[in-house]
């Protein structure tokens, strides 16, 4: 079920007590930058799992993660495939304020399509909010050739830090919570050989896979505090 978008906390609210129940908790899929810094408060999360929906670094930024001049890239939900995530629980009584949070910093711009999603989890399914990107959006970029795609990791840079940030921290985010994505692990293996991460030693299990750092050399990487895609 898809969302239209609104610009207005409130009324996106309104609308999705419409369609999704005026007095139950809500849930939230994040897939990225929602599980290492969800930024609202829930009292409950969950691994889950969404069908018909993958992960992909194909939203152009030029606010947050890039600039007009040298757009930048964050995660989206594009169709097809599959994607392992987190679900959180909002309680009804505390739904309103914590989606305005969350459409605050999501849908600042109405890029997204939100859509309830349905997500199954260790302790049965549940419908949760999630943001995709349709295909034909203009802020959809195509499969990126390697070398263009380095460009972007080496110099694409936003009011909340690089693109090469983001990508480490949602792959390190992963790889504490064991799920595996093979694309992501394509791009840092791909940023490792560019030298623009460095491989810490190698971890005892496949489960446990390089952790990879930043280097304080790396243009792009700084102490600015990480946040929204």
Known sequence: MTL??????????GELRQRHGQHGDLWVF?????IWRPEFHATERRPALVRG?????????????GT???????????????????????????AEPEMQRLWQREMI????????????????????LGFT?????????????????LDILRHARGRFGSTLE???????????RRIRDAEIERLMALAVRAGLLQAAPAARSPADSVPLTVPSSTP????????AG
């Open 220 to 227: 792009g990487s700084s102490t600015v505090t990480p946040q």
């Open 53 to 65: 929906w993958h992960r992909a670094l194909r939203m152009r930024s030029k606010i947050n993660r």
């Open 4 to 13: 239209p978008p609104h610009h207005e906390p409130g009324a996106m609210l």
């Open 109 to 128: 711009l109405p890029v997204y399509t939100p859509r309830w999603l349905p997500c199954r989890t260790s302790q049965g399914d549940v419908l949760a």
């Open 30 to 34: 994040g897939y990225a930058s929602l």
């Open 166 to 176: 983001y990508l480490a921290q949602t792959a390190q985010a992963l790889r504490d």
């Open 68 to 94: 007009p001049e040298r757009p930048g890239l964050v995660f989206a939900l594009l169709p097809g495939g599959a994607c392992r995530g987190e679900v959180f629980r909002l309680r009804a009584r505390d």
């Open 133 to 149: 990107l349709s295909r034909r959006s203009e802020a959809c970029t195509p499969r990126l050739p390697e070398a263009q795609m």
